[in-house]
């Protein structure tokens, strides 16, 4: 069941979402492309046909073309080296290489001069022949064999198969024919020279080995290097080493010497020869037990004062603990005087060992500086030996190598010699075809339709969006953010204002008149019963139908035995008066303006619980006698007298009385009109309702088509459907004609080709639409 939605501490602008609006985002859009598909299934259906229509004509005016096509395989001949090494297969890379030089200019040319291709037709109509082959011809490499498929698509079947074959044998004539090296001239060139060079290298290797015999000491090698040389270098680098340490050696003496002869400088020799693990040892273990020592007099003192204070100086334990004292002092004494003689000799010994190094470092390097230069005179007459020697064998290791690369010259020659020989097989020759591959008409005519129901969608998408007409129930709702509470049929004859605005009355059992019983039901459980007494009925802009809706709601309340006021306050258009068809001078206006009592104009009308408050004249300032406080004093004392109070408002967009009188009361009712009502007209005019603070705004959809009940009918508790008058419409007119008049003449059109026989029922209870 629908309920209005209450506006009493919130009226902000900006309707908060719902909290489940976005869960049905993907449904809803799915249906919704299925619903501008199935409203424009004409026009999709026309583009189809025009799509397979243009398609069908492309075929009758587009030249066949002919697909030749040629394979062949071709095959590398490489060289064996050895009997066990099997013939490999051919490269991929190398099957590509072979369809570029098919593509060639030089094959297109030699097929294009050929004389069997001189005479065809396909050439004649061409100043370019090469650059028609280019164009047209394709080769491609089988992905998963290695053949080789040459072929052309050409308007004339026989000039295809003739030219793909004589590309073929062109290929074939000028890559595996002849494809043929002249590699005698060459073999003979290099075997003539490794004659000469190996001749060159046996006189090499005689003039070596006699310069080896002549000098004996250069063949003593240790490595890679002679003996001698190799020894003056070991002696060259123990010298320099000795030299190194024999300058450190005598820094440090010297460095000794005058520490030891200075007094300030004596202690830190004791540290540099402390260094050593022995005597730092000696020195730890003796400053420990002079510690001890002086420790152990430190307590003897503090017995000794302690004794004094309680015995006196002259007690036997006081002159006991001095005798322990002064024996402790004597040793104490002795200790320093043995550790200071042991520094002495720890420097002393410390100050020889210096001198010692230095001059066994003295003798070291003499002896080395003999041998030395013994050594060097024997490493100068070796040099110009061992120069010559490596000369010889470095022309010795060019003859060797010059003769290698000859030799490999020479295999490389015999094994490539039969290399660029190809095995060309044509597996299959070009032939005509008799069936054209181009175009294929099944897959053309698809294609026409599947464009055509595309080109189809998309004017339908346009059109559809460029719509901004409200056209179903959650479209409204989603957009409004406001409950719907019903929607009213269109009608369906050519009755009168007076019998339309009182369809309850004259057609009881019609499906308009039920549909106003369950916009009636929808207010009263949506409304919580009887708080809501007085309700506004507008609409966003003229003609949406808000009179006829006010007048039978009325009409229905009504019959529910209830107290009723219907109130005109259209007071620029009234047309309450004419639906009742009641001839009155002073209504609403009168009693605002002139303060008469209401019970004065309030009229009877044919239903004894339904009276009406007529507008009466037109005032010139309606806002103000709406807005000038009486109007509210005057239904607050209505409502001590009905039961409900009905307000046919004027439209809320044009003028502000209606926002003035929504104000005021306890509910509103916006009448929205079916393929009619805007989103930015009904946007605007729910938003001016939200800023006077309306009451409880509720939507009814007026003029709803019979074909489109389905969209109208889901959303709420009360669909037509469900009553069994689904079957039942009701023309092309609403309740209401819209003023100013609106250009519905494509609507028209559509509704009539898609309009039903009413039943008989309907038809006897046909109703006039209402000009509002």
């Not at 020894?231 to 010497?257: G, I, M, P, W, Y």
């Not at 490596?390 to 060797?400: I, K, P, Q, Y």
């Not at 046919?648 to 009361?665: C, E, F, L, W, Y």
């Amino acid at each position: 069941m629908s309920s209005l939605v209450e506006y009493e501490d919130d009226y902000s602008l900006d309707a908060d979402p719902q909290p489940n609006a976005g869960k049905g985002d993907d449904s809803a859009l799915q249906t919704n492309l299925l619903s501008i598909a199935w409203q424009a299934r004409w026009l999709l259906l026309l583009t189809v046909l025009l799509g397979v229509g243009c398609a069908w004509l492309y075929l009758q005016r587009v030249v066949p073309r002919y697909t030749s096509v040629s394979r062949i395989y071709v095959e590398r001949s490489l060289p064996q080296i050895f009997a066990s090494d099997a013939q490999r297969g051919t490269s991929s890379s190398y099957l590509y290489t072979q369809a570029e030089l098919i593509t060639s200019t030089p094959v297109l040319a030699a097929a294009a001069n050929a004389p069997e291709s001189s005479q065809l037709e396909t050439f004649r109509s061409t100043d370019n022949p090469i650059g028609l082959l280019k164009k047209n011809l394709s080769v491609q490499v089988g992905k998963n064999d290695d053949i080789i498929n040459v072929m052309i698509e050409l308007p004339s079947a026989e000039d295809a198969a003739q030219i793909v074959n004589s590309v073929v044998d062109a290929y074939i004539s000028k890559y595996a024919e002849e494809r043929r090296t002249d590699t005698v001239e060459v073999l003979n060139i290099l075997r003539n020279e490794k004659q000469r060079r190996d001749a060159e290298l046996e006189q090499r290797i005689e003039a070596l080995e006699k310069f080896r015999g002549q000098n004996a000491a250069l063949a003593v090698q240790v490595g890679e290097e002679n003996v001698i040389t190799k020894r003056f270098a070991a002696l060259a680098s123990e010298l320099d080493r000795v030299e190194l340490a024999l300058l450190d050696s005598k820094a440090r003496h010297n460095r000794t010497q005058q520490m030891l002869e200075s007094p300030s400088l004596r202690p830190f020799l004791l540290e540099l020869a402390s260094g050593q693990q022995s005597v730092a040892q000696d020195i730890s273990l003796e400053n420990r037990l002079q510690v001890d020592l002086e420790k152990q007099i430190q307590d003897i003192q503090l017995q000794i004062d302690a004794l004094r204070a309680t015995w006196g100086d002259g007690h036997t334990r006081v002159k006991l603990a001095l005798q322990s004292k002064a024996a402790m002092e004597e040793r104490l004494a002795k200790q320093l005087e043995a550790t200071e003689e042991r520094k002495k000799a720890i420097v002393s010994a410390y100050v020889e060992t210096v001198s010692q190094e230095h001059q066994l470092l003295e003798q070291k390097r003499e002896e080395l500086q003999r041998s030395y230069d013994k050594q060097f005179k024997l490493a100068m007459q070796v040099n110009s030996q061992a120069a010559k020697l490596t000369t010889l064998e470095n022309s010795l290791a060019r003859t060797v190598r010059d003769v290698d690369r000859v030799d490999e010259q020479i295999k490389g020659i015999n094994l490539t010699e039969d290399v660029g020989a190809m095995n060309v097989s044509i597996m299959e020759v070009a032939r005509a075809s008799s069936e054209p591959t181009y175009p294929i008409p099944a897959r053309f005519l698809a294609i026409g339709a599947l464009l055509g129901g595309l080109t189809g969608f998309g004017l339908a998408w346009l059109r559809d969006l460029m719509d901004h007409r409200l056209k179903s129930i959650e479209e409204i709702a989603a957009t409004l953010q406001l409950p719907v509470l019903g929607a009213l049929p269109l009608s369906a004859g050519k009755d009168d204002r007076h019998e339309t605005g009182r369809v309850v009355l004259t057609h009881p059992r019609s499906m308009a008149a039920e549909s106003f019983r369950t916009l009636r039901t929808a207010i009263h459980f949506g409304l919580t019963r009887d708080d809501a007494k007085v309700i506004a009925i507008t609409s966003p802009s003229p003609g949406d139908g808000k009179s006829v809706v006010a007048s039978n709601l009325a009409l229905t309340m009504a019959q529910a035995d209830q107290r009723v006021l219907l109130i005109d306050a259209d007071m620029r258009k009234p047309k309450q008066h004419e639906v009742f068809e009641i001839q009155v001078e002073h209504g609403l206006s009168s009693v605002l303006a002139e303060r008469r009592p209401a019970d004065e104009v309030i009229q009877r009308t044919e239903v004894d619980t339904l009276d009406l408050l007529p507008c009466g004249s037109r005032p010139t300032n309606p806002v103000e006698l709406l807005n000038n406080g009486y109007f509210s004093e005057l239904l607050h004392e209505l409502q001590q007298k009905y039961d409900k109070i009905v307000i046919d408002s004027p439209p809320v967009m044009p003028v502000a009385d209606a926002r003035v009188i929504s104000a005021q009361t306890d509910a509103t009712i916006l009448v929205l009109r079916a393929d009619c009502s805007t989103r930015r007209m009904s946007v605007a005019a729910r938003d001016e309702l939200w800023r006077v603070r309306a009451q409880r705004i509720g939507i009814v959809v007026n003029a709803v088509p019979g074909r489109k009940q389905a969209n109208y009918s889901q959303g709420y508790g009360y669909g037509y459907g469900n009553y069994g008058h689904s079957s039942g419409t009701y023309g092309d007119l609403a309740y209401g004609e819209p003023e100013p008049p609106v250009d519905i003449s494509r609507r028209k059109k559509s509704r009539a080709r898609s309009q039903q026989l009413p039943s008989p029922e309907a038809t006897s209870e046909a109703m006039e639409p209402l000009d509002i």
